[in-house]
């Protein structure tokens, strides 16, 4: 089955590189599309009488006419019984904010022309998803809805991938000469109610809820997109084609809620929300010790009954439970994932981290998955999970000498301080309470155990090689499921066009600002890109904007910033500011010229892995010289290595990347930092800038008398 799949996927992508995919619009145009032969989704739907349910569904918003051209679709089918249940659960809904939903009866006739519409776009997806991607921990499809829908393989009795804990595959990876079909035993359920609303319906999580809504933080999450309809006039990219290129016009707003159901709570001694506050108290009440950003503001923490006081230890316990990101499971890191056909960024035992900032101000908390990329093994994940001299190394090319790659007793020299805090997953064992809830405005994730800021996070967690990738640090991209998208799902938001790039609007980001309207802003879907992540923020055009970077335990850090030489990258000058104020920024070195190959002797890199030492003379000198070489957990293109077959090796050759480093200096956690580029050839317009990641280094780490910095 699995070869059939991958040949006839084959067959699919190249019709659908033929037609045009008219996949987002309800009633698209007779004439862009084609009749393709054979079964198509549409006549697979209409053949089978327990499906004629879904296919008046489809009929009555003419989707159906989508599934009759070429193109590529996962087309989850509803049983005629699933949707009779769901029809009648829309009727009889006691909570509905208009009666009955808006239907004018129980019976298909009652639904509305809304209600059809967001039905049928939730269950197609763009591509082709079959059940050997989705089984296992899971995966995330972004539904036509603009909705991801999360899939699992292990909740069914009898091992079938079921959707949203609710609606199992009966029927798998029927194919189909435009992707592929699954029949349902469920509608795939979706919550329309905003995350606290949400969170309110599962009684697991009651006290922290309570606390939620007496701090009033609760308040600050009813936002779901940015009063804004976005334009954007030119689209166009700079490849052969000139290609349109994909333009959100709206932006989402979302979050994600960690928290502590009640029986984490109790085994914690916590029975009640006064319980909860004395912990807080406890916890939070010396915060100034290690929350920097007190002292630096004149805050003092409050231990009194004030809770909507944003320093107090109720307060300051719930907000950094809060991101500003709305994440499922699997999208809190960039996992190994069947979703990409790359495993880049996963050579050599690299395992996937990010940084997120949290609802307690300037403060940063880590996900990190030990499991790295044992494809096989279900991921794990931890929150502020400390291990000691993490990013250095004791052995050239390795993380430590004595690795032996577990993931709960550390080795060699990083010793195991403290585990973090496990994220509970829907495929952990014995699991009693639920978690990766979807709502409306973002995700709530259930914890394994208590999450607090305490002096162990920035004094331990945080005192390593800090690496921000931007598109986890700007988070429009995660909050409208752009970061972790592929090709052929943005193809699919583009009408059948380009899917290797999305166009922004220069005002779309929040922490992005432009000072000259002649700015292009663009972004690389994931794709085997030498690129932190496999993705990168980029733009062209006579380019001058500055980006707001995450905030910073208070320091002496070496500050570095990725960048890839290429024949057409730009020359731009760095600058840094403590405000998006050009008044403030500081100009950082001489400027780069991207266009310098990456062995010319103003640079000096080298194939480290052909020198006796590997490499640590030639390192040297570059660092002399203000570079450093890019990371080893990087798997290159086979051509890259002159025909080897081992291709999990950085090479310094075509497509290799570096990281240009600037001087140390200190930083305060309670400063903001704006990274300004600007370009300095202004009669070339179509020169390059990207942005992938930036690194902060705390002084003693970079200066470590024993251990070097490790390669990844």
């Known amino acids: 089955m699995e070869k059939s799949i991958v040949g006839r996927i084959g067959l699919i992508g190249l019709i659908g590189l033929m037609g045009l995919l008219g996949s987002c619009n309800p009633e698209p145009d007779e004439s862009d599309l084609f009749t393709a032969t054979g079964e198509t989704a549409c006549d697979f739907i209409k053949r089978k009488a327990e499906l004629s349910s879904f296919d008046y569904i489809l009929s009555r918003v003419r989707l159906d006419r989508n599934l009759s051209s070429y193109g590529e679709y996962t087309c989850f089918a509803p049983t005629n019984e699933a949707i009779a249940i769901y029809l009648d659960s829309l009727w009889n809904d006691p909570e509905a904010p208009v009666a009955h939903n808006s239907m004018t009866e129980n019976s298909l006739q009652g639904l509305t022309d809304s209600l059809c519409n967001d039905i049928a776009k939730y269950h197609l997806a763009s591509g082709v998803h079959n059940t050997i991607e989705m089984g296992g921990s899971g995966s995330t499809v972004n539904t036509m809805l603009g909705r991801p829908v999360q899939t699992e393989g292990t909740s069914d009795s009898i091992g079938r991938v079921t959707l949203e804990k609710a609606a199992v595959i009966i029927e798998a990876d029927s194919l189909v000469t435009n992707g592929i079909v699954h029949v349902l035993n469920r509608v795939i359920p979706r919550s329309t109610r905003l995350i606290v609303d949400e969170m309110e319906r599962h009684q697991d999580y ?12 609760a308040d600050s999450l009813t936002k779901a997109k940015k009063n804004v309809t976005y334009t954007i006039s030119d689209i166009k990219d700079v490849d052969a084609n000139k290609s349109d290129l994909y333009h959100p016009e709206e932006c989402k707003v979302m979050y994600t809620i960690f928290a502590e159901p009640n029986e984490v709570l109790e085994k914690n001694g ?6 909860l506050i004395a912990y807080a108290n406890n916890v939070y009440g010396n915060a100034a010790e290690w929350y920097d950003y007190l002292n630096e503001t004149g805050n003092t923490v409050s231990t009194g009954n004030d809770y909507t006081n944003r320093f107090n230890a109720l307060n300051m ?24 056909s790359t495993t880049w960024n996963y050579t050599n035992g690299c395992q996937p981290f990010d940084y997120y900032e949290t609802m307690l101000p300037c403060t940063l908390m880590k996900i990190w998955d030990v499991t790295g990329n044992r494809s096989n093994s279900s991921h794990q994940l931890y929150i502020n999970r400390y291990r000691t001299l993490n990013t250095l190394t004791d052995e050239l090319g390795t993380e430590t000498a004595a690795n032996t790659g577990a993931l709960v007793n550390e080795y060699g020299i990083h010793e195991l301080v403290s585990p973090g805090v496990r994220i509970a997953r829907t495929t952990d064992s014995g699991l009693s309470f639920e978690t990766n ?52 799902e943005m193809q699919a938001l583009n009408g059948g066009g380009s899917g290797n790039r999305v166009a922004f609007p220069l005002n779309y980001f929040d922490n992005v600002v432009s000072y000259t309207p002649e700015n292009r802003f663009r972004y690389n879907i994931k794709g085997a890109y030498n690129a932190w992540q496999s993705d990168t923020f980029q733009g062209w055009g006579n380019y001058d904007l500055a980006i707001k970077l995450p ?13 890839t030489p290429m024949s ?35 640079i000096g890199s080298t194939t480290f892995f052909e020198e006796d030492d590997m490499g640590i003379a030639t390192d040297a000198a570059l660092r002399n010289r203000g570079y450093m070489r890019g990371l080893f957990s990087y798997q290159d293109h086979p051509e890259n290595l002159d025909g ?19 001087n140390v200096r200190e930083f305060k956690q309670s400063d903001e930092h704006w990274f300004r580029i600007k370009n300095v050839i202004q009669d070339e317009t179509d020169l390059k800038w990207q942005f992938d990641y930036v690194e902060f280094v705390p002084y003693d780490v970079v200066n470590n008398d024993t251990y070097s910095e490790d390669w990844y």
């Open 206 to 217: 009651s006290i922290f809820v309570e606390a939620l809504k007496m701090t009033g933080l």
């Open 270 to 275: 916590i029975n009640s929300i006064n319980d």
């Open 317 to 340: 316990f719930v907000a950094y439970h809060i991101l500003y990101a709305g994440m499922p499971q699997n999208e809190l890191v960039y996992e190994y994932n069947s979703r990409w």
């Open 437 to 488: 809830i979807q709502t409306y405005n973002g995700y709530i994730h259930g914890l394994r155990g208590m999450l607090v800021y305490d002096r162990q996070v920035p004094k331990g967690v945080l005192h390593e090689r800090l690496r921000f990738d931007s598109t986890t640090f700007l988070v429009e991209f995660i909050n409208n499921g752009i970061r972790m998208s592929n090709n052929s």
């Open 551 to 563: 905030p910073l335990p208070t320091g002496r850090y070496e500050f570095r910033v990725f960048y």
């Open 568 to 602: 057409h990258g730009g020359m731009m000058q760095f600058y840094l500011g403590t405000s998006r104020s050009l008044s403030s920024m500081e100009a950082l070195d001489i400027p780069l010229d991207v266009r310098i190959p990456i062995d010319d002797p103003r």
């Open 644 to 662: 080897s077959t081992t291709i999990n090796q950085r090479s310094d050759k075509r497509n290799a990347s570096l990281r240009k480093v600037f």
